[in-house]
């Protein structure tokens, strides 16, 4: 239950009113007068005039209750029921601060809640902010660790390990230079390793029942890939040698 509180005037003794009644009836009518005025906050200053209720309840005289109440002026009366207006003044003053103190905390709620909102967005901006510079870190640690092998490391990897086609390092060297270096969307890390796997990819491709133009190849056309194909093909078997140029059919 909430309390409140009303405020007493430290002059109230003063009054004419009140100086009648306590001379008629001393400060027991004092009393009384005082704490009907309670009872009236307690009832938003409004009682039935029940003079014979308010006695018992206050262990009084019947007839100095409804003296208090009807002789000096000291209440309004409307039929069966009465209040102060000196009650009702402070009443007001009550509801007007509590409204006003209410208006000013939901504006105080509501600008917290806006700088809630409006840290949070911050923070999810800090946050994706945060997420693409680790991106960028990480991309940048992987091509500071990946260094780019030159046509002539290529050609010394294949030679010393044995493995590929004559032509194979410059098609291997052209097409991941094209590409940046990178496999599928990733940055390369082991250049030598995707080598060996082109090697058996280059393989694969020629001794297979399928043959297909590899993408690092795509500007030839399917023609000329073909015809490189076999010509391959004839060089293995003894059919073609190197005399007199690019090619020439063994005598």
């Given at each position: ?86 009650v009702q003044r402070r009443l007001e003053q009550r509801n007007n601060r509590s409204t006003k103190a209410r208006e000013s905390a939901l504006y105080r709620w509501a600008d917290a809640n806006a700088l809630q909102t409006h840290s949070e ?131």
């Amino acid at each position: 239950m909430d309390t409140f509180y009303f405020s007493h005037d430290y002059t109230a003794r003063s009054d004419d009113k009140i100086k009648q009644l306590i001379r008629k009836h001393g400060m027991a009518g004092y009393g009384i007068y005082w704490a009907i005025v309670e009872d009236l906050y307690q009832n938003a200053n409004a009682m039935r005039s029940d003079c014979e209720g308010i006695a018992y309840d206050l262990r009084v005289h019947c007839d100095t209750v409804k003296s208090v109440l009807y002789d000096f002026d000291l209440f309004i009366h409307d039929g069966d029921k009465f209040g102060s207006k000196s009650v009702q003044r402070r009443l007001e003053q009550r509801n007007n601060r509590s409204t006003k103190a209410r208006e000013s905390a939901l504006y105080r709620w509501a600008d917290a809640n806006a700088l809630q909102t409006h840290s949070e967005r911050n923070a999810i901006k800090e946050s994706k902010v945060k997420e693409n510079k680790e991106k960028e870190t990480k991309e940048i640690k992987s091509r500071a660790a990946f260094a780019a092998p030159t046509l002539e490391e290529v050609r010394k990897y294949a030679q010393g390990e044995g493995i590929g086609k004559l032509e194979t390092p410059e098609a291997f060297h052209d097409y991941y230079t094209a590409n940046g270096w990178k496999v599928g969307r990733n940055p390369m890390k082991d250049w030598k390793a995707a080598y060996r796997k082109w090697t058996r990819t280059e393989k694969t491709n020629t001794h297979g029942t399928h043959q297909q133009t590899p993408k690092g190849l795509s500007a030839r056309t399917q023609s000329d890939w073909d015809a490189l194909q076999e010509w391959g093909r004839d060089v293995e078997q003894g059919r073609v040698s190197f005399h007199g140029g690019f090619g020439s059919p063994t005598p």
